[in-house]
């Protein structure tokens, strides 16, 4: 199923509309700079933490659900300088916007997430684990 998405309702859209076109070193060159990355970028955020889009009730537990995956593992977006985190602002700034992903509740994006940070957890010890268990 492919990912559909909205931006018409969110104030101002054209200022943050991602797309852009490929330059001759295989980068994309954004017509909106960052804030077209950011939309984007939310986009495809979305199928992670399980959210149909931003509006005025839930761009708090939006911001919550990316600051907990953020946490988990690093940031979404990348700079000239490193890591780019999302903040609230950048959040509210898309208020309006909609994705066909199916929304799940509270309970079930934190076992999801927090089940596949244990299971990474256990994964890495059990690795380090066999390579002592090699070396000794």
Do not use: C, H
């Amino acid at each position: 199923m492919s990912l559909n998405w909205n931006i018409e309702n969110v104030r101002d859209y054209m200022e943050i509309a991602p797309g852009g076109e490929a330059t001759a070193d295989g980068s994309t060159k954004y017509k909106n700079g960052a804030e077209g990355v950011k939309t984007e970028v939310l986009i495809f955020t979305t199928m992670l933490i399980d959210v149909n889009g931003v509006n005025e009730d839930n761009v708090a537990e939006v911001y919550a659900r990316i600051k907990m995956f953020e946490a988990l593992n690093g940031a979404l977006m990348t700079g000239p300088e490193g890591g780019v985190f999302f903040t609230f602002e950048d959040i509210y700034r898309r208020i309006g916007l909609t994705v066909n992903v199916t929304p799940t509740t509270k309970a079930a994006f934190l076992k999801r997430v927090g089940g596949l940070s244990y299971d990474n957890y256990v994964r890495e010890a059990e690795q380090k684990l066999k390579k002592i268990e090699a070396a000794a």
